[in-house]
């Protein structure tokens, strides 16, 4: 009786410090990537510790597979994706020129499950300003589903400020795309 009772016990108290998807009101949301963003709306937070493909946290609306926010920070020398130091997965440089680091996230979402990704509109964004990059994201999921993305980045001496939003291109990219012009507007940088 007393094995059971300490056995439920364990259970419960390791539920307890379990991270789970939370909701978030509109407003202001403080990122642990170390930058704001404002919602317009309610979205649900995804934690980086449930995040299985990349680093950083989601945000989502509708569902991980509808839409998601991406929010993240970069560190030169390291991956998005969650990958070991050895991996040989594209990596984060500081001191790739504009481009290359755009071509640095369309490798990485072609990495976790992605095709024929491909940036468009690439142009210069200030965010909070400071000088940054947005660009538009087209392709496709691995089942074949016609994506699109929203993306802006903000890079430093040694770290690189990420939010890139992508949605089937079927009705949620264009549903939630007014909201994410909004969220990437509203960054707000240490």
Known sequence: MIRKTLGIAAVAVLAACAVTPQAVPAGPVASPAGFEVTLKEPWSRWPEQINPGTRGEMLTK???????LHLAKIKSGEAWLR??????????RAESSEIETVDFVVASLKRIGYSEMEATD??????????????????KWQNGLDV?????????????KLVLFIAPDVHYFEASSAEVDSIIRSVNLP
Do not use: H, W
């Open 62 to 68: 509708d569902g991980l597979m509808l839409n998601r």
């Open 83 to 92: 990958a070991g130091k050895t991996d040989d997965v594209p990596r984060y």
């Open 122 to 139: 690439i142009r210069p964004e200030q965010l909070d300003g400071q000088a940054g990059v947005r660009f538009a994201l087209t392709g």
């Open 148 to 160: 699109q993305g929203d993306a802006a980045f903000v890079p430093s001496k040694d770290e690189l």
